[in-house]
């Protein structure tokens, strides 16, 4: 079946700017995580998604930060007003519950310019 | 807090040598430990997983033991390939709490024919 999936895979954003990544999680999937990876280091948590609620945002950077999955489903992760150490590949993953085995989409590479 | 430690890379080996790529874990409770691979250009797969003490988690020729008196997770396999080359990620999850991912920062696989 379908994998998790990520759009756009990459995206250029000048400083200052908005962006907003997309995850598309396995159907199904009640779990849904963010991830961030900077260039040579392991990914890091983000935040978490259980159906529709966000119950961990404890790894969110800063207040520019936002994600949500109103309908359980889909999840955006926005990023407000760019800055240059935002830029990183963000990784999705879903899971049956949130004991289970993650999958992770191939990635959203930002570059902030 | 709860943290991976994996070895530096990267480790570059001839075509049917041994590999051992260490992983040491601190974790309160009992996680479930991972690892997994990243192949050039490709998102995140997961390699094999142990769930508990003395567990050996296998795949692809690949194995590792869950050692809680050591707190460890090392990756072996007895003859590798060119086609192992990637980038090898060690992570925990704390079933107690939300089930995230604690990465270790990675270690590169170079295998020469």
């Known amino acids: 079946g379908a994998g998790v999936s990520q759009s756009p895979r990459y995206k250029v954003a000048k400083r200052g700017q908005d962006v907003a990544l997309r995850c598309d999680p396995i159907?199904?999937?009640?779990?849904l995580f963010w991830y961030q990876q900077a260039l040579g280091q392991g990914p890091e948590f983000l935040t978490y998604?259980?159906?529709?609620?966000?119950?961990?945002k404890s790894g969110l950077p800063s207040d520019r930060f936002f994600a949500e999955r109103p309908e359980g489903s889909v999840s955006t992760l926005k990023i407000q007003r760019t800055q240059q150490e935002d830029s990183a590949v963000y990784l999705c993953?879903?899971?049956?519950?949130?004991?289970?085995?993650?999958?992770f989409g191939p990635g959203t590479r930002l570059l902030v310019l | 807090g709860n943290s991976v430690t994996q070895m530096e890379g990267p480790v570059t080996l001839s075509e049917e040598a041994f590999l051992t790529i260490n992983c040491t874990y601190t974790?309160?409770?009992?996680?479930?430990l991972f690892w997994y691979v990243q192949y050039p250009g490709e998102g995140l797969q997961l390699l094999l997983k142990?769930?508990?003490?003395?567990d050996k988690g296998s795949n692809k020729g690949f194995e590792a033991t869950y050692r809680k008196e050591t707190t460890s997770f090392h990756l072996e396999k007895g003859s590798v390939q060119v086609s192992d080359s990637a980038v090898y990620f060690c992570?925990?999850?704390?079933?107690?709490?939300?089930?995230?991912?604690?990465f270790g920062q990675g270690t590169t696989l170079q295998v020469k024919p």
């Open positions: 993953a879903s899971s049956f519950d949130s004991v289970e085995t993650q999958y």
């Open positions: 159907s199904g999937h009640v779990s």
């Open positions: 998604f259980q159906n529709e609620a966000q119950l961990d």
């Open positions: 974790a309160t409770g009992y996680p479930s």
């Open positions: 142990a769930t508990k003490a003395d």
């Open positions: 992570a925990l999850s704390d079933r107690s709490n939300t089930g995230k991912l604690i």
